[in-house]
C-alpha cells in the first residue's frame, strides 16, 4: 500500500483511511460493466 501512496493513487483521509487519490483510475473491468459492479 505504501508504493500506492507514493505514486499518488491512493491517498488518506484526515481520520487516516484510505481514499482515491489524484492519479487513479479506474480499471477497464469496471467500466467495461462485464462483472455488475
Same mark, same amino acid.
Given at each position: 500500500?505504501g508504493k500506492?501512496? &507514493?505514486?499518488? #493513487?491512493?491517498?488518506?483521509?484526515? #481520520?487516516?483511511?484510505?481514499?482515491?487519490?489524484?492519479?487513479?483510475?479506474?480499471p477497464?473491468?469496471?467500466? &467495461?460493466?462485464?462483472?455488475?459492479?
Amino acid at each position: 500500500m505504501g508504493k500506492l501512496l &507514493q505514486e499518488g #493513487k491512493l491517498a488518506k483521509d484526515k #481520520k487516516g483511511l484510505t481514499i482515491k487519490g489524484p492519479n487513479w483510475k479506474e480499471p477497464k473491468f469496471v467500466t &467495461q460493466k462485464k462483472y455488475g459492479i
